[in-house]
Nanobody
């Protein structure tokens, strides 16, 4: 079992930045791929990025490529999502996710956090 707790969401003006944090707990965390997924009101969930124990994040969709960066601090069991140049369309609930397998399909992630709201004002 893996427990995930997100933090860092809030209200920000367009063009601003936020860094989301995800505290992970459980056993064998080094074996899990960690990722971020978001869901905007009235829209389907969108996969944002995933990262393994080492190496860069992968899987960024065009909607966030070059603006969002996933990172991982294995010593602290933390995963981050740095979000720059935020746009009103980035408004969504952001979820931290984990799974033993690499995937860019949000349906395949077994463990989910409770989500954190990000609101970008124009």
């Amino acid at each position: 079992q893996v427990q995930l707790v997100e933090s860092g969401g809030g209200l920000v003006q367009a063009g601003g930045s936020l860094r989301l944090s995800c505290a992970a707990s459980g056993r064998a965390l080094d074996t899990y791929w960690m990722g971020w997924i978001r869901q905007a009101p009235g829209k389907e969930r969108e996969f944002l990025a995933t990262i393994g124990w080492s190496g860069p994040g992968v899987g960024y969709p065009d909607s966030v490529l070059g603006r969002f960066t996933i990172s991982r601090d294995n010593n602290r069991n933390m995963v981050y999502l740095q979000m720059n140049s935020l746009k009103p369309e980035d408004t969504a609930v952001y979820y931290c996710v984990a799974d033993l397998r690499f995937s860019k399909n949000f349906n395949e992630y077994e463990f989910w956090g409770q989500g954190t709201q990000v609101t970008v004002s124009s």
